[in-house]
């Protein structure tokens, strides 16, 4: 190794305090400059005064934009601009329930009011009826029974999706586009009639013991009869008649009857087409009124059995109509 290439190491004890250990100037920090760096001097220029102030400017503008990031909120200087009306969480103003009837084949109207008729549905309204006591249906009157939209010229029977209010207001185009307009037919508003659903397989509704769900399927049964919406013939008339008799009446004396008396209640008991086809010239005679057999043909038979049996024995009469 040559003797004029070597390498001298100076040791160099610093100061354990930081506030003692001086530091070179640096015109771009913010280190104090009172203090001298051996063999140099500080010296203030204007430039110099001017980057300082600029330097600490740009810090504190920096400071404040980390100090907005970490608190929004606090550190926002402007007011806060309020959501639009449709996304506000205010109370909206209550509308007023819609006041709806709803009838029954049993003589029963329910009144009921319906706070927000604009989404509520067939399906609702059933679940609401059965509710009531006063009609004493139990669950499965849901599938049996549901809701009809009828007038003197339109019947329509409801789905469980339709909306009550919807099929109201579009009414008007239902009867132009199904029925025929004369000017002697004058159209009433719709009705809202607690039905029996006729997609209900009859097989199961053969089935039925529930005594209310009976006592409401032989009421609309008995209304159609009446009516002549079943074209049934005569004898299967009187048949129905006199069930319709031993039920309404009671067991007791039904011979008491006479033929004055169902004629002076004859819409009660028998379909006025009866009448229609008997006042015919041909026939003659006052015993084949459709009253006075009636009242022979209850002197003749014996009806016997509790109420629900003749229910189901007027409704199983009823089955037999390829119509029902």
Not at 44 to 66: I, V
Not at 286 to 296: M, N, V, Y
Request: hydrophobic letters at 35%; proline letters at 6%; one cysteine or more.
């Amino acid at each position: 190794m040559e003797s004029d290439k070597y390498i001298t190491i100076v040791p160099v004890e610093y100061p354990r305090n930081r506030q003692q250990f001086i530091r070179p100037p640096d015109e771009y920090s913010d280190f104090p400059q009172n203090r001298n760096w051996p063999h140099t001097r500080a010296v203030r220029t204007e430039s110099s005064t001017m980057r300082r102030k600029e330097l600490k400017r740009s810090l504190e503008h920096k400071r404040s934009h980390n100090h907005s990031l970490n608190d929004p909120i606090q550190s926002c200087s402007k007011p806060i601009i309020s959501a639009p009306l449709a996304f506000q969480t205010a109370p909206k103003p209550k509308k007023n329930p819609l006041s709806v009837y709803i009838y029954t084949m049993a003589d029963i109207v329910l009144h009921m009011d319906i706070e927000d008729a604009n989404t509520t549905t067939v399906s609702d309204l059933v679940d609401i009826i059965i509710q009531q006591k006063n009609l004493g249906l139990s669950r499965i009157a849901k599938n049996i029974f549901t809701i009809w939209m009828k007038s003197n010229v339109l019947e329509i029977q409801l789905k469980p999706h339709h909306k009550l209010l919807t099929v109201f207001q579009k009414w008007s185009s239902l009867e132009d586009k199904y029925c025929i307009q004369t000017k002697k037919i004058i159209f009433k508003e719709p009705i809202l009639s607690f039905q029996r659903n006729v997609f209900f397989p009859r097989k199961d509704e053969e089935k039925i013991k529930d005594q209310k769900i009976i006592e409401l399927l032989y009421a609309e049964a008995k209304y159609n009869v009446l009516q002549g919406r079943y074209p049934v013939e005569v004898n299967h008339c009187l048949m129905l008649a006199s069930l319709q008799c031993r039920i309404e009446l009671g067991p007791n004396n039904l011979q008491q009857y006479t033929s004055s008396f169902f004629r002076d209640n004859r819409e009660r008991f028998l379909p006025s087409h009866l009448y229609k086809s008997w006042s015919s010239w041909l026939n003659l005679d006052r015993k084949s009124t459709p009253h006075s057999r009636l009242a022979d043909h209850l002197k003749h038979i014996q009806i016997t059995g509790s109420d629900r049996r003749l229910y189901h024995k007027y409704l199983e009469c009823c089955y037999m109509l390829p119509f029902y």
